[in-house]
């Protein structure tokens, strides 16, 4: 009887060891990669892809013309949401952009900036085009039906609502995230902009997007 729980303690131990290997050995590949990748080779990781920001758009401009997106290839975009009777942050923001393409010198000719309102109930052509010609001549604003620029912000992850304001004679203002998206030549989203960047900062990351 003694034998046979001496040969069962042995087994149970020798059970507990076997089984401290086998889970060092899992740690072992699991924290050390050397370990992992002498054994199943380097661990691969799928990229998961761009960012969804933009799209097709197909609005009009402030001179009266249908243009979508396609319009636009081979240019950089620097895209700015906003309306033309936005008090302070519009325009604030349009200056910067201005002052960055002026520094960014002969570059600039590569970006097109664009103004997309989201008040298309007030911001037709024409008033488009007595706004933008405060701002760098090549700014192009853009407008459309409700849905149209209810598809672009979409697009764009923009923030749009309308809201009362007793002060306006229209009634309402618009609240809105005021991002300033850069995208690519192929239409592809880059990098954005937060609100409050500085005219060297933007002209900086312009450039080095340009190059």
């Keep these: 009887m003694r034998s ?3 040969t069962a303690a042995r087994l149970r131990l020798l059970a507990y060891i076997a089984a401290g290997l086998v889970l060092g050995a899992l740690a072992a590949l699991v924290t050390v990669p050397t370990a992992r990748d002498r054994l199943f080779g380097p661990l ?3 990229s998961v892809g761009r960012a969804l920001v933009g799209g097709h758009f197909s609005l009009v401009d402030h001179t009266g013309k249908r243009v979508s997106d396609t319009d636009f290839r081979g ?5 700015m949401f906003g309306f033309t009777y936005c008090p302070d942050v519009c325009p604030s923001e349009l200056q910067v952009i201005s002052a960055a393409l002026a520094k960014l010198g002969d570059k600039a000719e590569r970006i097109v900036p664009l103004f997309i309102t989201v008040d298309p109930e007030r911001d037709t052509p024409s008033q488009l085009a007595s706004y ?3 701002f760098d001549p090549r700014l192009v604003g853009l407008t459309g039906t409700a849905s149209e620029i209810a598809a ?3 697009a764009y992850r923009v923030y749009a609502r309308k809201a009362a304001d007793p002060k306006s004679t229209a009634g ?11 995208m690519g030549p192929d239409g592809a989203y880059r990098t954005h902009f937060a609100p409050g960047v500085g005219v060297d900062a933007l002209a900086e990351r312009l450039a080095g997007e340009l190059d």
């Design 152 to 154: 672009a912000t979409t």
């Design 75 to 79: 240019k950089f975009l620097l895209v």
């Design 132 to 134: 933008v010609q405060s």
């Design 4 to 6: 046979a729980a001496a």
């Design 44 to 46: 691969k990781v799928a």
């Design 172 to 182: 309402y203002t618009m609240d809105h995230s005021a991002l300033i998206y850069l």
